[in-house]
């Protein structure tokens, strides 16, 4: 498992990279035409700073966090940094991840960048597509299904997340500077968020 968490990774770092342009053109709507760059190059960091030896969940998730902490910048660095952090932190001296463990890893996440940029669901922001995706999980784990089944339904809800930040204004970040100018957009952060989601996803369905 400790390889597959860095191929894992390696899978979400290409899966940002190729997307960069993207990212950065819905940002580019709304904000300051960064996000994609942002974050490729913190995951081109990731997969350099993180080795296919490194055996624990929990640290390899804390340098994933750490790295993307200091090397994303603008406001997803410090969110994303935490999130991964606050992941790690549950999944410390793991080598497997359970059902249960996706889902304390994405309540943890969750609680992680609430406590750092004080959004709540409705904001137009990345947790659009998190909270939808945690709370369909939790759904799934709870009625006896698996953890792909679970990440189906959560990537689902995610992408319905998605859609919904599109009808909203933005009353966080430097989004909210365009008021209801910022409705008709999609997040960009919900957007990464679920394509990080759907690639763990992919990556468990092998
Ligand atoms: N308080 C917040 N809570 C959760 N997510 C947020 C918050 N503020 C911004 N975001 C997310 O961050 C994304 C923007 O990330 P980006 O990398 O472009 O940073 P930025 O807004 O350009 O930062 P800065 O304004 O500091 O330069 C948004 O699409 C949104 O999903
Ligand atoms: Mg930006």
Known sequence: MSTRVYDCLSKISEKIIENKDFLTDLDRE???ADHGVNMARGFQAVV????PDDTDLGAVLKKCGMTLLSTVGGASGPLYGTAYMEAGKVLAGKTELSAEDMKAVLEAAIAGIQKRGKAVKGEKTML???IPAYDAYSEKIAAG?????????????????????????????????????????????????????????DFLKG
Do not use: W
Not at 160 to 170: C, D, L, M, N, R
């Open 128 to 130: 659009d597509a998190l």
């Open 145 to 201: 299904e698996d953890i792909v089944a679970g990440l189906d339904a959560a990537c689902a809800a995610a992408n319905e997340g998605v859609e919904f930040t599109k009808t909203i204004s933005a009353t966080k970040g430097r989004a909210s500077y365009l008021g209801e100018r910022s409705i008709g957009h999609q997040d960009p952060g919900a957007t990464s968020a679920t394509m990080t989601l759907e690639t763990i996803r």
């Open 30 to 32: 709304i904000g300051d």
């Open 48 to 51: 350099e700073k993180v080795s």
